[in-house]
């Protein structure tokens, strides 16, 4: 075969196989056999085998290449990639409407309704015609770079044709189309069918791994994998139900209807059912009907999705911080069942806190089979009388881990006892048998034993989790074996491991031995290295100071350099200082007057202290004669982290650090960071009632970005931040000429 003919047979079973990909994969109506495919197949590879020059990056032949990913990179979205905001009630749904209508009085409002499939969200661009990258939404500004593994999917287009060849373009137009400039994002859904999800787990199981819980988390585990050949083995797919950034396309298409129908010419999966509706009562007729439906979908589904239809009206309405004001999500109610109780187990947390579970007759349930379900704790089981051997109602919604509801008494058998939550635990830690006890004052049974292993293996999980510090390959039963080995018994011991002790784990048992490895520990052992200069909030969180969230670790990193300034903060302890003081105030002015007014002074001197910093700003306007502040942590919080650091575990956790020369990175807004921030000197006031923001929450918006919020309009406010009923300060602002905003806007200058 010469190279021209080479050539050309390569660039016919490109084309042909493409097709068939998409007539199989798309459209689910193949027009060769598996074999006939097959065959095709090889050729190509056989082809591209001695003509290497013609492998091309969108060759059907390149969906799996490469080596594995040792990390994936962070991609920034060129339009962020929002959430949906919930509803779950009729009079929600009409609500929200009412809502856009008033946002665009007397304007034709026409709707679509479209499945919302579970799955993950993903990004797919789109460069000059091929397929650049493909991201997970990540924070919604940037994503993980999962590329490779989008690629395997079968009905992701790794070529697409803009200009003509479907591309839905005129013959005339076609010379002014530069295919060399355009960008194309295209948003949808990665998934796993239902039955793909049940054949992946029963694979799984006979292999002696973990099933998944449900299909969401088997598609969102696939596309963690590293190694694209193993993501190309499970059978994953995506729906396409949106765009980001358009830019060089030729048609710009004016509705979401005109959207769809271009993805499809594109040659992209758009969702099955899509209703277009004119009314609150038509959108509810169709969420009705999807309902009764959804089941015979392939596709698991949450809810439904109401969109407005045309993209002009969109952009007029916006956004908020996180979801547009457009579209709304619809939550079909939980799923029920009932099943048999057959025991109840007791969790140990990293707290030590005793969770009971519920040991059920498998069940299929929301497309998944549940044989366990939270049953919270002893006050809940004793309010529901929930007994052993009880037929018990279960429910699941979406992600939410099941839940036992209630009992069904009927079916109660007559020697079914009460269950006592102390005598199933022979009053003992299920697991290292230490004593246990309950605070009267909560609801919560705790081991009492410091040195339970459950206790460390739950720390070190949570330690390790991703939105701590990331060690993911030391979770789960690596965790476990090296709590049982005794190589970790606290977080920090990770940083002494050696890499022969953890190469050598045995992950098994002494019979059928499974050793972790030299591969696995050098990755974990790097893990580990990385966590050392990992981000304060990362490890704040991590450490699992009680009521230290992700976001409460975030702020209290934007103030603090170091761990050791968190332990020792002023700003904590003014918190703490100014509730305290605050509390005494009515005591001190009716026993000791003469304190009162040097009381006020210190809170005055503290709130000052606060607002100067940042920490805290104004709650209420400068008029008022007792202005409070809203602080970013409240005093539980101070106490909390305070208290933590001055215990004899948190003392030694800031020394073990020192000397294992551990040092998170410092993520502290600094003054000079603080100048070039977008609103840095800019004082706003704000007055009204805005559509969706509390007060508090644009405050807050307006000092992270570095501006002020005063109580009164004068010569010195730069922007007025105006919602509903506005009142004086409005026309103050527009007497003097100061810039009015409404929270659309505010939101857009956030940006
Ligand atoms: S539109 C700006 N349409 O649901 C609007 N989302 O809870 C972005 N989802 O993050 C979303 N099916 O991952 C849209 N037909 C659908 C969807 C859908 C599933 C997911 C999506 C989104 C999440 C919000």
């Avoid at 002696?208 to 050949?229: H, I, M, V, W």
């Amino acid at each position: 075969m010469t190279q021209a003919e080479a050539t050309k047979r390569h660039a016919q079973l490109v084309e042909e196989i493409r097709g068939h990909d998409h007539a199989y994969h798309v459209e689910a109506k193949p027009k060769i056999s598996d074999r006939e495919y097959d065959r095709l197949y090889h050729e190509l590879l056989d082809l591209e085998r001695n003509f290497p020059e013609l492998v091309a990056p969108d060759s059907p032949s390149q969906r799996v290449g490469g080596e594995p990913l040792k990390v994936f990179k962070p991609v920034r979205h060129l339009l962020p990639m929002l959430s949906l905001d919930n509803t779950y009630s009729q009079d929600e749904v009409r609500d929200f409407v009412k809502r856009v209508q008033k946002l665009l009085p007397d304007e034709v409002l026409d709707w679509s309704v479209e499945p919302k499939v579970d799955g993950v969200a993903m990004s797919l661009r789109y460069e000059n015609e091929r397929l650049a990258i493909g991201a997970t939404r990540g924070d919604g500004t940037t994503g993980d770079d999962i590329t490779a593994n989008l690629r395997t999917i079968r009905s992701v287009p790794l070529r697409i044709h803009l200009s003509g060849k479907g591309g839905g373009m005129q013959k005339k137009q076609k010379e002014f189309f530069d295919s060399a400039g355009s960008t194309l994002e295209v948003r949808g859904e990665v998934y796993l069918t239902k039955t793909g999800f049940e054949k992946l787990n029963a694979e799984r199981q006979a292999a002696g791994e973990e099933a998944f819980a449900n299909p969401r988390n088997a598609a969102a585990g696939s596309l963690k994998q590293l190694d694209p050949r193993l993501v190309a083995k499970r059978p994953l797919d995506v729906v396409v139900y949106g765009l980001g950034k358009v830019e060089g396309a030729i048609t710009h298409p004016h509705t979401h209807t005109e959207v769809l129908a271009w993805l499809k010419t594109l040659g992209f999966k758009t969702p099955q059912c899509v209703w277009h509706c004119h009314s609150a009562d038509e959108l509810i007729a169709a969420i009705n009907e999807l309902d009764r439906i959804r089941k015979n979908l392939p596709y698991e589904t949450d809810g439904a999705v109401i969109k407005l239809n045309s993209s002009a009206q969109r952009d007029r309405v916006g956004f908020t911080a996180k979801a547009p004001r457009w579209a709304i999500a619809y939550k079909y109610a939980a799923e029920r069942a009932e099943t048999k109780l057959r025991d109840i187990t007791i969790q140990v947390g990293r707290t030590g806190a005793l969770t009971p579970v519920a040991e059920l007759e498998p069940v299929f349930l929301a497309g998944s089979t549940i044989s366990r379900a939270t049953l919270h704790n002893e006050d809940e089981i004793r309010r529901k009388d929930i007994r052993i051997g009880d037929m018990v109602v279960i429910e699941k919604a979406g992600e939410v881990i099941p839940a036992v509801v209630g009992v069904v008494e009927a079916k109660r058998r007559r020697d079914a006892a009460p269950f006592d939550f102390a005598k199933h635990l022979h009053g003992q830690c299920p697991v290292c048998g230490g004593p246990i006890s309950r605070d009267p004052k909560y609801v919560v049974w705790r081991c009492e034993n410091l040195q339970c292993p459950a206790q460390a293996t739950r720390r070190l999980e949570f330690f390790t989790a991703r939105g701590a510090l990331d060690i993911e390959s030391v979770g789960g039963i690596v965790a476990d074996k090296l709590v049982e080995r005794s190589l970790v018994r606290e977080p920090l011991d990770l940083f002494e491991l050696r890499l022969e002790a953890l190469a050598t784990l045995n992950l098994g048992n002494e019979e059928s031995p499974r050793i972790f490895g030299e591969k696995n520990a050098t990755k974990a052992i790097h893990a580990i290295e990385r966590a050392r200069t990992f981000p304060l909030s990362r490890w704040l969180f991590g450490l699992a100071i009680p009521d230290v969230g992700k976001t409460t670790a975030q702020d209290l990193a934007k103030f603090h350099d170091t761990i050791k300034d968190v332990a020792k903060s002023p700003l904590l302890a003014d918190i703490l200082s100014y509730h305290e003081k605050q509390s005494a105030l009515p005591g001190v002015r009716r026993e000791k007057p003469e304190r009162y007014e040097r009381l006020k002074m210190e809170i005055a001197e503290i709130r000052g202290r606060l607002i100067e910093s940042h920490f805290a700003a104004r709650s209420k306007s400068k008029a008022d004669k007792e202005p409070g502040i809203v602080t970013k942590v409240g005093p539980v919080v101070a106490k909390s982290v305070l208290d933590f650091f001055a215990s004899e575990k948190g003392g030694k956790i800031l020394r073990r650090m020192k000397e294992l020369g551990i040092e998170p990175s410092s993520e502290k807004i600094s003054a000079a960071k603080a100048a070039t921030l977008p609103f840095a000197g800019k004082v706003f006031v704000l007055t009204g009632t805005l559509p969706t923001m509390t007060r508090e929450e644009a405050s807050a918006k307006i000092e992270a970005f570095g501006g002020k919020v005063s109580g009164s309009v004068s010569g010195n406010t730069d922007f007025v931040l105006a919602g509903a009923e506005a009142g004086s300060k409005l026309e103050k602002a527009q007497k003097l000429g100061v810039k009015i905003v409404d929270e659309s806007e505010f939101l857009k200058m956030c940006r």
